[in-house]
């Protein structure tokens, strides 16, 4: 213990003073960046509790305390609940002492469940605020610019939060009440009253357990989900940007534009591609399109794991000429292709009206 303590000591002081509860925050804050970020560690499910804690309670919790550093109430009438406890990473010498009375009327502070309470709505609230905010700046909704504005949001917080504790005197600072909720909680569970307390101990305990078991085998080995692949055609914009929009309509035969295509695997499982670019000439009628003539112009073959991407730039020179000439891209899982591909071979497509005029 002294060892510790003379551990502690090194630390700097704004450290060794911090608050429990806000040294959680910054913890939870790097943790977090962490699990999502790390090559390794945000491939397995560590992310998924982590990331839940991160945007659903921490910003709101760091937030709620900046605005009240005071301790609130408590209903309980018991002075040891709201001040008697591990709130500070220091011993008890630097939190200075404890209250020894009644708290005071006159505070503005809240409890805890009020915390908690706010604590979750305004997380709610303002994680989409930051994502409407990164929406309209260079970076986008990605992960990393959100993974950065929500740690920045939380970690400014929790600074304040701490600096406005450390301007309060000791005995009206807020602290989660961990002593007293051990104390309690050890009293409960090993010294209960009754032999029907101790049975109903027993099973509190077991069903936390089963439901700690199973949220976290949910979270170890998912459900697959639905099964699909997806394949579209993208063009680059002025800045590089790959964009669903602005595809060259107008050909003169002989010449080419360029064109993207993509690909995406989510049929939790490693699949090769082929996708079949064919160009066809049809006629509609009674709201039917028959195909009258098609021509295969390229093929493209890709290997692809869960849940990855491809985009490939390639040539599109169409050569039949005349207007509504449609170019299809067929693409085919698992890299078998009819002799005769087409639309009614496979249910991935992706299709373009062109005009071609002759040279």
Known sequence: MAETRSL???????????PADLAAVFALVVLTNVAALAPVLRETSLRVPLGLAFVLFVPGYAFIAALFPEAGDDPTGDPEADGDSDGDLADGANRGPLPVGPLLDDRSGIDGIERVALSFGLSIAVTPLIGLVLNFTPWGIRLGPIMLAISVFTVGAAAVAAVRRWELPPDERFRVP????YAAGRAE???????????LNVVLVLSLLLAVGSVGYAVAVPPDGEQFSAVYILTE???GELTADNYPTEFTQGESEEIVLGVDNHEH??????????????????????????RELDRFETRLGHNESWHHQHELEPTMTGENVRLVWLLYPGGDVPEEPSADTTEYSAHLWVNVSEE
């Open 8 to 18: 502690v000591a090194l630390l700097p002081r704004p450290v060794r003073t911090l």
């Open 178 to 181: 961990y002593r007293a909720w």
């Open 189 to 199: 569970l090993l010294e209960p009253d009754t032999r029907a307390d101790a049975a």
């Open 237 to 239: 914009d002025d800045d």
């Open 269 to 294: 499982r490693t699949v090769d591609y082929t996708a079949v670019l064919v160009e066809q000439r049809v006629s509609v009628a009674d709201n039917e399109t028959t195909v009258e003539e098609q």
